[in-house]
């Protein structure tokens, strides 16, 4: 049985930029630069999270845009020694609880067929695959599927969309 690992999940901040953009390149084959990470401190349209250790090491991040009622993760990532300890799934979380906070209509991403585990977190956490990109990553080219959360929040109030009504 996995170990959770205690994080502090805090708001991306400047002091973490450094190592939130040198996670992203040993993560990804596309990173995002660290000039990106940092325009995303100023977006209004956008949450990233921090996954800090009980030094206040950075062992994970993840991002969230969310547009109206709608929210799209952009990034979860884990450093490859803390993987499997439960700190994706924290940072999930904390996504999944702001989207029902905040009565987002569902919550969606992208992630490679072949990355097997992120596939079974997102399916442990409600997203089911709702679609497929056509060689949406490269190095290596590969598919993107698309896995969506969607929330439904009934007609309770007598607000059907499951938007806020701001009238």
Known sequence: MEQRKQVRIVPMGADHLDEIAALEKICFSAPWSRNMLAEELDNACSAFLAALDENGRVVGYAGLQVVLDEGYIANIAV???ERQKGVASQLLQVFIDFARGNRLSFLTLEVRPSN????VLYGHHG???AGRRKN???HPREDA????LEFDYGTENGNHSG????L
């Open 127 to 129: 997203f089911r695959t």
């Open 116 to 119: 097997t585990a992120a596939i």
């Open 136 to 138: 949406y990553y490269e």
């Open 163 to 166: 938007a806020e009504n701001n």
């Open 145 to 148: 599927l698309i896995m969506t």
């Open 79 to 81: 450093r490859p020694e």
